[in-house]
């Protein structure tokens, strides 16, 4: 090959690194029509092809010029590389593994090759081949910030959070500007238990990239574990009020910082029981109150500025948006009914006094009062959340796809009158491919379906949170969501179609009568229901027989041994009298355990659902219950051809205890083996058992 084609493809190269593809193309074919096996010429047009986004024409340019290289040259592995990058953006990536890890074996100082091989590796699970291929790109590029990142984080997942600490340390050291390197050290000293010191990475994260949401999710998830005075509280106010992020952690914080302080404390002694405190009125405004202390100071200015006067607007208004997330769960006074009957029949008649709405608004939902306009701009957000909102979800039309079987009906009453859970924003994801997802969910299961459209079957979907959450999580995906009650089903409709998610299939139906249903799915995730039903066997019965051959399953049940407080609690509950659930046996009861002292501190816990009423009715008051032990979980699997996976573990410094208890199944694959663990630490699943499941 002569001078004048290698001149030629040098002057294509100079256009196609100064982003002139079109001329950088032209010049390569010319080299093509003279020469038509020039591998230089055919590896560049092929860059240029892919660059394009022409990349069926890339991948045969690529092909080519690999036949053309010397394949034992290092000189072939960049084109082994390039083509494995096309390979990739295919979704081919097997075969994109296979080029690079030729192309690393070709060139070992091409750490490009290994680097992209490891990510490939964990985005299949693979963690172990993804820890090799990082460590092989850091001994060519030992400062690679990004390679010393994934590798801490692949080290987390396969339960190694010291070693994953120190990788990541190394990451930050590298590149103290990446907000990923930082986010996943958080992780990792999450999962080691070292809470505080989580939070404030996360803290450091938010400060480098504040316009990535999911960052601020993960501040709000660390909270829920730990604290750190790194963290200030304007920051904590601003997390709270964000519309892009579940904040329950960070009112768990919030509720535990504000409890700390005298002057929240004794509000309700000044001359003028408010604030402007930004933290307290934004943690209000936002999220539930998850502190026996800081609810007794609001529950008291409240009742002074009812029965004596005072307060701020603001105040007054941050307190009927909590009122109204709580579910009025807060007690009252006999003298407080009768002055809130009162200022009721008041409004009626002048309902443009915006300080008495507000306060109104404090102890009953605004849109129980007989009028026809309320307030002025400044009550407009609570006039949104407290008339408007409950109006469109009573004229939402919410399709029925089976009858209703009888023995539901005191289940279905129950969520009729208290939808649960309620919800104002489900975590922001980016949807990946299904298969990708399940992979990284469960480590080194074989035979994960492959679907670029999965089906996927939310079997009691509640409020639709869920739901949403799946749709952020499998790209591509083909959602039907069921539930019993028709007024959960209506906010979840809302609150999706809010939330960007309209194209969730909601329906009515039983899960009993779904057996007739001319479709199969994929996946279904049914978390928190057939522990409600009377057969919860044959409930699940009904689900297998829906999944495709292979299908997978995320099942969630409750554990006998976690709730045996909240057992207690229950048959206590049986003797109280008057309707079961109803919102004064609610209050009665919550009245009791708060005046019990520690006695029910598991049960009222920041983290538990006691500080609102309808998660207090669902946890206390429930029309039907069975709690599981694992070992009654196997049997009911294996009556139904299921086979278990793995616990999915909400907190990552339980996952790692289980490890270091059975260092010989570090992905949780054996039900004899949480048992065991359970038994150690009785309150790991005081939610739920949260598990996968196939069909065998």
């Known amino acids: 090959m002569n001078d004048h084609a290698s001149r030629r493809v040098r002057e294509g190269l100079d256009h196609q690194r100064a982003g002139r593809l079109a001329e950088a193309e032209a010049l390569y074919r010319q080299v093509l029509a003279a020469f038509p096996r020039h591998p230089d010429a055919l590896h560049l047009l092929a860059v240029v092809l892919h660059r394009q986004g022409r990349r069926d024409e890339a991948r045969q340019a690529f092909d080519a010029a690999a036949m053309q290289a010397d394949i034992e040259s290092r000189g072939s592995a960049i084109i082994l ?16 593994a296979e080029d690079l890890a030729r192309a690393a074996d070709l060139d070992p100082g091409l750490s490009e090759a290994a680097y992209n091989l490891g990510l490939i590796r964990q985005r299949q699970g693979r963690l172990e081949e993804a820890e090799k291929a990082y460590r092989r790109a850091l001994l060519a590029a030992p400062a690679n910030g990004a390679a010393w990142t994934n590798l801490g984080a692949a080290l987390a997942d396969l339960g190694r ?41 996360d803290y ?3 400060r480098i990239a504040p316009e990535r949401p999911a960052l601020w999710q993960n501040l709000a998830n660390a909270l829920a574990d730990g604290d750190c005075a790194e963290l200030p ?12 992020v579940e904040v329950r952690g960070a009112a768990m914080a919030a509720s535990r910082r504000l409890a700390a302080r005298a002057d929240i404390l004794r509000l309700a002694e000044r001359d003028d029981p408010t604030s402007d405190d930004p933290l307290l009125l934004a943690l209000l405004a936002h999220a539930v109150v998850r502190d026996a202390a800081v609810e007794r100071a609001m529950t008291a200015a409240r009742r002074r500025m009812l029965l004596e006067g005072g307060g701020s607007l603001a105040f007054r208004i941050a307190l009927a948006h909590q009122c109204f997330l709580n579910e009025y769960v807060w007690d009252e006074t006999a003298y407080e009914t009768v002055a809130i009957e009162n200022l009721g029949l008041s409004l009626e008649e002048a309902p443009e006094d915006g300080m008495a709405l507000a306060l109104y608004a404090a102890y009953r939902p605004l849109h129980k009062l007989k009028v026809a306009a309320l307030g002025g701009p400044e009550l407009a957000e609570l006039i949104r959340r407290q008339v408007v909102e409950p109006a469109d979800e009573r004229r939402r039309r919410v399709p029925a796809l ?7 009906d005191p289940v279905r009453a129950q969520y009729e009158e208290n939808p649960f859970p309620r919800w104002r924003v489900a975590p922001h994801g980016t949807p990946r491919p299904f298969a990708a ?25 509640g409020t639709g949170r869920q739901a949403v959450m799946c749709a952020r999580r499998y790209a591509g995906a083909r959602i039907l969501a069921i539930d019993l009650s028709r007024a959960s089903l209506a906010h979840a409709i809302r609150q999706a179609e809010a939330q960007g998610h309209g194209d969730i299939l909601f329906a009515q139906a039983d899960i009993l009568r779904l057996g007739s249903l001319d479709r199969r799915f994929d996946l279904i995730e049914s978390f928190g229901v057939l522990h409600h039903m009377d057969d919860a066997a044959a409930g699940l019965g009904v689900l297998r027989g829906l999944l495709k051959p292979g299908g997978l399953m995320m099942l969630g049940l409750y554990s006998a041994r976690a709730r045996e407080d909240v057992m207690a609690v229950r048959r206590r509950c049986a003797g109280t009298g008057g309707p079961a659930g109803d919102l004064a046996s609610i209050r009665r009861l919550r009245r009791e355990l708060l005046a019990e002292g520690d006695r029910w501190s598991g049960i009222r816990g920041a983290d538990g659902s006691f500080w609102s009423a309808s998660e207090c009715r669902d946890l206390l008051f429930h029309v039907r219950e069975r709690c599981f032990t694992l070992p009654e979980i196997g049997t009911l699997l294996a009556g139904q051809g299921l086979e278990f996976l793995t616990m999915e573990i909400e907190r990552p410094a339980d996952m790692h205890a289980f490890r270091q208890m059975f260092p010989d199944d570090p992905q949780g694959r054996s039900l004899a083996h949480w048992d065991a663990f359970e038994r150690r630490f009785p309150r790991t699943f005081a939610n739920t058992y949260r598990f996968w499941a196939r069909r065998t």
């Open 81 to 96: 590389y390039n083509r494995a990058l096309l390979l990739a953006d295919l979704g081919d990536d097997d075969r994109a």
């Open 161 to 201: 959070p010291d070693e994953a600490v120190a990788a990541l340390h190394r990451a930050t050291a590298f590149d103290p500007a990446s907000a990923e390197a930082c986010s996943c050290l958080a992780q990792a000293l999450r999962a080691g238990g070292r809470a505080a010191e989580a939070v404030a990475w």
């Open 204 to 206: 450091r994260a938010v």
């Open 233 to 244: 509280s304007p920051t904590l106010a601003t997390l709270l009020a964000r519309n892009d």
């Open 402 to 408: 089976t009858p209703l079987d009888i023995g539901s």
């Open 437 to 461: 997802v399940l992979r990284g969910l469960l480590p080194g299961v074989n035979g994960i379906p492959e679907s670029s459209a999965p089906d996927i079957l939310i079997a009691g979907c």
